[in-house]
């Protein structure tokens, strides 16, 4: 018999509340390529889902209240010239666990410029500038 044909023994014991039921045959079968694409590929939140599939499953308001949620937490921000991480908004989306380029291109302490004066913004915001 082939080592890869061969069924795994299982070693400790099996908690079927948390992993389901207990099937060495099946940890032995190769897995189909889009099986595969489909476990390691992740959606992020609800927010790419149809909203008239969410309106079926989880009743009228729940996509009003994913839109009202994002609109508030894409809202918060600190003074100009300060960054903001805007982590809330992306706790919302599953946009927290993934690691991409915005998260070390970018960052104000490798920034070649000057700091914006922040008096100075705060009264271009206010109409307060000359």
Known sequence: MDHAEALPYQAQAHDT???GLCSLKEDAIQKHPVEIVQ???TIPGVQGAN???LRDLYGLAFPAKLDIERQILSKFGRLPGLPSSKLGLESLTGELDQFSFESYLGMPEFAEQQPVELHSQMEKRLGMAN
């Open 17 to 19: 509340l948390r992993n």
């Open 39 to 41: 476990e390691t590929t």
């Open 51 to 53: 909203p008239q599939m």
